[in-house]
């Protein structure tokens, strides 16, 4: 029996001594979003397939600190990466990706799939923009003339009903 298959990894604290680290498969390990991921610059390819992650938000942030140089990231099977496969719909999977693409600028792959230019694209519209600035019309002003203005609730409403789509059914927005 090897000594691999009884090992299993909840935490990636150790690789703190591997700096130079560029490819790192961790594949059905008890991993989750709250795993501390210590910084690998050179870390271009991850694999997480089959763990336990099951938020998108803030982990992929830290992610991104961690190993900002990702080419090829491969997530499938973990419940944040929504797929026809665990019960995720076709609109979820378009939104992770898209969500996922719009944090690392150099990633060439997610998945088993090729990132596009229309998918980086559509990922920059879509995620791209802070959330106070998707509230505010553009042209409108700064941000610190909102802070000095005063702002009823429900104009500020009103801003988020519009911006999440909820006036228009068949045009969701979702805000991973």
Not at 54 to 68: A, D, G, R
Not at 74 to 84: D, I, Q, V, W
Not at 108 to 116: A, I, Q
Request: proline fraction near 7%.
């Amino acid at each position: 029996m090897c000594l691999n298959s009884l090992l299993f990894f909840r935490c990636l604290d150790a690789l703190v001594h591997f700096k130079h680290l560029t490819s790192l498969i961790a594949d059905h390990n008890p991993i989750t979003e709250n795993c501390f991921l210590p910084p690998l610059p050179k870390l271009d390819l991850l694999w997480l397939n089959h763990c336990k992650i099951s938020s998108l938000f803030p982990w992929v942030s830290k992610l991104k600190e961690s190993c900002p140089n990702l080419q090829h990231l491969c997530l499938m099977g973990n419940p944040a990466a929504p797929s026809y496969f665990n019960g995720g719909t076709f609109y979820e999977y378009l939104q992770y990706r898209l969500f996922v693409i719009s944090q690392f600028p150099s990633l060439n792959h997610l998945d088993d799939r090729k990132v596009t230019e229309d998918q980086r694209a559509e990922a920059q519209r879509l995620y791209k923009r802070p959330f106070f600035e998707r509230i505010i019309k553009p042209g409108s002003g700064s941000f610190s003339q909102l802070v000095h203005s005063s702002v009823t609730w429900s104009g500020f409403q009103n801003k988020l009903t519009t911006l999440l789509g909820k006036d228009k059914p068949n045009d969701r927005n979702l805000m991973i």
